[in-house]
């Protein structure tokens, strides 16, 4: 039972390139979310995917796509990186969002864009 | 503003002192307040979560809230040099999370 996974664990890319982060989970969860973590800033939401089909924005969604590919796999897009992206990702999941339960984060991205 | 405010420290205490983090926040509507612990490129990890107000302890670790003053508190006793880690406070409203920026402790053995 892997819990949340998230790959690539680092990358470096320049400015405008593209890349997109994947992220799975084996919980069976409705749940989906992406978060970044700059320092003093702490988590803030990207976006999230209620239930497989929907996504919506969160607090910074500005420079980034996303894509609940099915109920396991939520992956997160930057279309064209600016050196502002550069920053951890984590992707976290929870059971519904009906009521409140715990979140679960995978071991995070971390990411440089020069 | 930020919906919920943490002093982001460094704090640094010896092995066996008590650790005392706290957080307020603004928004009323908010229910659940948790505590994440978060080690070194680590991903966060849920602590304690308490509902409304009171206390709630697990082992060394108490959690505190006063929806009255909007005041969010973690105390770990006696703590350890394996409690050293970043703790987020965080609240929820409906299906999101509002986390502070982090609180780095140090415990010095």
């Known amino acids: 039972n892997a819990g949340v996974t998230q790959t690539p664990k680092f990358q470096v890319l320049k400015t405008g390139q593209s890349m997109t982060l994947q992220c799975a989970q084996d919980m069976n969860h409705n749940s989906m979310y992406w978060y970044r973590q700059d320092p003093g800033m702490g988590l803030r939401l990207i976006y999230y995917?209620?239930?497989?089909?929907?996504?919506d924005k969160g607090e910074v969604p500005n420079g980034y796509n996303v894509s609940r590919l099915n109920k396991r796999e939520f992956s997160l897009r930057l279309e064209s990186a600016a050196p502002s992206q550069t920053s951890v990702y984590f992707c976290?999941?929870?059971?519904?969002?009906?009521?409140?339960?715990?979140?679960?984060f995978g071991p995070g991205t971390r990411l440089t864009v020069l | 503003q930020k919906e919920v405010e943490q002093d982001p420290g460094p704090l640094s205490v010896p092995e066996g002192a008590i650790v005392s983090l706290n957080c307020t926040y603004s928004n009323s509507a908010f229910q659940y307040f948790m505590w994440y612990r978060q080690y070194s490129r680590k991903g966060p990890e849920l602590l304690m979560y308490t509902y409304s107000s009171g206390n709630k302890e697990d082992g060394r670790f108490t959690a505190q809230v006063d929806k009255s003053s909007k005041y969010i508190s973690l105390f770990i006793r006696d703590s350890q040099p394996s409690d050293s880690a970043t703790y987020l406070c965080a609240s929820c409203y409906l299906y999101k999370l509002s986390f502070g920026a982090g609180t780095t402790v140090t415990v010095r053995a």
């Open positions: 995917s209620a239930s497989e089909g929907t996504t």
């Open positions: 976290a999941s929870q059971t519904s969002v009906e009521a409140y339960n715990e979140q679960f």
